[in-house]
T-cell receptor, first 111, second 111 residues
Framework: SQELEQSPQSLIVQEGKNLTINCTSS?????LYWYKQKYGEGLIFLMM?????EEKSHEKITAKLDEKKQQSSLHITASQPSHAGIYLC???????????FGQGTILTVHP | NAGVTQTPKFQVLKTGQSMTLQCAQD?????MSWYRQDPGMGLRLIHY???????DQGEVPNGYNVSRSTTEDFPLRLLSAAPSQTSVYFC??????????FGSGTQLSVL
């Protein structure tokens, strides 16, 4: 079965700083999803990457997929307190609408 | 659009009690799934369904039952609640090749 390892597990940054969260897979990545979760709330979809080398951006968040390394990275530029929460990567093992998730990265942004 | 609706939002059970977590989606999605979220462990798949009448086990199915009699509904049944089932539960749905849409979650405590 596929396993996803996220690093770091937690991250504390000062507002305005850049940061990167990594997600490494034990198997080939066919599709990689990034979600964000505020404490006590549901999951908010951020981005989906499907091709090696693909890069997507939304506002100050950029995600990349490195197929050879079986890894995806999520980069936040000029972090804000609104970016705080839990970031989860999820991999699609092939279909059927089910994902394998990493353990999550807890991001804290101090004003 | 309502999206994915989960009820209840909170539930407290005594050990041995049974209950059903409800999940409904109004997007005509073929795929539905249930996850549990525990601290430091991301989301783990309990059961999933690829269509009405078809269900299968995920990573942590023990102690849970599901059925899918209609496309819209995918209830999760706890047969005899145990303290180890204290968790946050999420239902999700998707179409082929699409992102997962998540419900807002059910926080369950088993005493």
């Amino acid at each position: 079965s596929q396993e996803l390892e996220q690093s770091p597990q937690s991250l504390i940054v000062q507002e305005g700083k850049n940061l990167t969260i990594n997600c490494t897979s034990s198997k080939t990545l066919y599709g990689l999803y990034w979600y964000k979760q505020k404490y006590g709330e549901g999951l908010i979809f951020l981005m989906m990457l499907q091709k090696g080398g693909e890069e997507k951006s939304h506002e100050k968040i950029t995600a990349k997929l490195d197929e050879k390394k079986q890894q995806s990275s999520l980069h936040i530029t000029a972090s804000q307190p609104s970016h705080a929460g839990i970031y989860l990567c999820g991999a699609d093992p092939g279909s059927y609408g089910k994902l394998t998730f990493g353990q999550g990265t807890i991001l804290t942004v101090h004003p | 659009n309502a999206g994915v609706t989960q009820t209840p939002k909170f539930q407290v059970l005594k050990t041995g009690q049974s209950m059903t977590l409800q999940c409904a989606q109004d997007m005509n999605h073929e795929y539905m799934s249930w996850y549990r979220q525990d601290p430091g462990m991301g989301l783990r798949l309990i059961h999933y369904s690829v269509g009405a009448g078809i269900t299968d086990q995920g990573e942590v199915p023990n102690g849970y039952n599901v059925s899918r009699s209609t496309t819209e509904d995918f209830p999760l049944r706890l047969l005899s609640a145990a303290p180890s089932q204290t968790s946050v539960y999420f239902c999700a749905s998707s179409g082929t090749g699409e992102k997962l849409f998540f419900g807002s979650g059910t926080q369950l405590s088993v005493l």
